[in-house]
């Protein structure tokens, strides 16, 4: 069983949590998913869950990028880059473009 951390824009936070599902329950797969909260974050709660999403990529096997209609932006191109440099596997959960493909 792999394990693979979720990376992907908070408005498809839905998205994610069904996708989770349906991939830890038919395709034997460990996804540590991103903190959901509707709280407004302070900094410092902000830095600290940034933080612990990089530890979940350093971790993992690889990350599963939720890219709903290819979007993908700064912060997962960024989440992309890092496991790119750690070796890490990259599953896309929509086709990818040529953009998407040089992060």
Do not use: W
């Not at 990376?7 to 989770?20: D, I, L, P, Q, V």
């Not at 974050?41 to 979940?56: C, D």
């Not at 290819?70 to 890490?88: F, L, P």
């Amino acid at each position: 069983m792999k394990t693979y951390t979720f990376c992907g824009s908070m408005r498809f936070e839905k998205e994610m949590m069904e996708t989770a599902f349906l991939l830890e329950t038919q395709n034997d797969c460990n996804i540590l998913q991103c903190t959901y909260t509707d709280k407004q974050l302070s900094e410092e709660e902000r830095f600290q869950l940034v933080k612990a999403h990089y530890r979940k990529i350093d971790i993992s096997d690889g990350i599963y990028v939720l890219n709903i209609d290819g979007y993908i932006g700064d912060s997962v191109a960024e989440e992309i880059r890092y496991a790119k440099q750690k070796g890490k596997e990259i599953l896309y959960h929509c086709p990818v473009s040529s953009k998407e493909e040089l992060l």
